[in-house]
Nanobody, 119 residues
Framework: QVRLVESGGGLVQAGGSLRLSCAAS????????VGWFRQAPGKEREFVAG????????WYGDSVEGRFTISRDNAKNTVYLQMNSLKPEDTAVYYC????????????WGQGTQVTVFL
């Protein structure tokens, strides 16, 4: 059983930055990858960024490519999402989730953290 806890959300002016954290606890040794997703009111959940559990490979959604960076701290069992040049359309609840093997569904969703970007 793996538990994920997101933190770091908040209110930020457009053009600003935030760093989200996703702390993992439990049996993470065999995890394949971790991802960040977001969901705005009235919209479908959107993939934001992902990486292999080792951190050796990363991938991003088109809307955040070049502005967001996913990284992992092995010692702290934590995954970060550095968000720069934030836009009002980045406003959403951000979630992290795990993938136990390639091609598997995303599981172990956290409770989410709210990010609000204002002009």
């Amino acid at each position: 059983q793996v538990r994920l806890v997101e933190s770091g959300g908040g209110l930020v002016q457009a053009g600003g930055s935030l760093r989200l954290s996703c702390a993992a606890s439990g049996r993470t040794l065999s995890t394949y990858g971790v991802g960040w997703f977001r969901q705005a009111p009235g919209k479908e959940r959107e993939f934001v960024a992902g990486c292999l559990w080792s951190g050796s490979m990363t991938w991003y959604g088109d809307s955040v490519e070049g502005r967001f960076t996913i990284s992992r701290d092995n010692a702290k069992n934590t995954v970060y999402l550095q968000m720069n040049s934030l836009k009002p359309e980045d406003t959403a609840v951000y979630y992290c989730a795990l993938k136990q093997r390639k091609g598997a569904d995303w599981t172990s969703w956290g409770q989410g953290t709210q990010v609000t970007v204002f002009l």
